[in-house]
């Protein structure tokens, strides 16, 4: 595997598994949203869910850069082959 291809995959692998991490985090805080109450709260739990907006966005990202660095990758071994 090529340098280039191998750091497109491993950055495409790292936005998905960042992206996964944030979304368990925000959903970990979007489910404690039932014991708040008042202003303060709300605006946590809206936070929460643009964040976790965020990081689906991240993870869909990191899932076209690896679908990208694959056919890349497979357009370099027809070359070759």
């Known amino acids: 595997m090529s340098t280039i291809n191998g750091d497109a995959m491993r950055g495409a692998s790292l936005g998905i598994q960042a992206g996964a991490q944030n979304i368990q985090r925000s959903g970990a805080r979007i489910a404690s949203a039932e014991n708040m109450n008042g202003v303060s709260d709300m605006r946590q739990l809206t ?16 899932i076209k850069a690896l679908q990208t660095a694959d056919q890349m990758f497979g357009s370099l071994f027809d070359d070759h082959a």
């Not at 936070?47 to 990191?62: D, F, I, R, V």
């Open 47 to 62: 936070e929460a869910l643009l964040t976790m907006k965020n990081a689906e966005l991240q993870a869909k990202a990191g």
